[in-house]
């Protein structure tokens, strides 16, 4: 376990039923969320949802956050954006312990459609329970923002 506690959610309609499933691993691990939407699974714009994920994760409102959409590709692009957030779409295990200890990513994006529950909920695992390891790759993370 790291120092993520509040994680911000945020999915459009095509991740909405695996951020269900989301949502139950981090309530019976004890974390807390802040769901940023969509709240059906109705037709929807990733725009919208993760904008406002982005700018909580930026002002520390929550830790860090989970993206979900049907390829992960448009809520991540949306994600990286905004300057301070390192999102990473994670298909597996390995890409998400490599995400927090190399790239220090504060934003889990899931490819809902690309993922089965059990492997969702690996990822999940593995994105909160690794911590950055700084050292080398601290240089490299601090050059990622334009300044």
Not at 68 to 93: D, E, F, P, V
Not at 103 to 127: G, H, S, T, Y
Request: aromatic share 8%; hydrophobic share 40%.
């Amino acid at each position: 376990m790291n120092e993520m506690k509040t994680i911000g959610l945020a999915s459009d309609h095509a991740g909405f039923e695996l951020k269900q499933v989301v949502k139950a691993c981090l309530e019976a691990n004890g974390y807390v969320y802040k769901d940023f939407g969509t709240f059906t699974s109705d037709s929807c714009d990733y725009p919208d949802y993760a904008h406002p994920l982005a700018e909580a994760v930026e002002s520390g409102t929550v830790d860090a956050g989970i993206a979900l959409c049907g390829s992960g590709n448009g809520i991540s692009m949306t994600l990286n954006k905004h300057q301070g957030i390192r999102a990473a779409i994670c298909w597996n295990r390995e890409l998400a312990t490599l995400s927090r200890e190399h790239n220090d990513a504060n934003v889990l994006v899931l490819p809902a459609r690309f993922l089965d529950q059990r492997m969702a909920k690996e990822i999940l695992d593995a994105f909160l329970s690794t911590a950055f390891s700084g050292g080398r790759h601290q240089k490299r993370v601090d050059k990622i923002p334009v300044h």
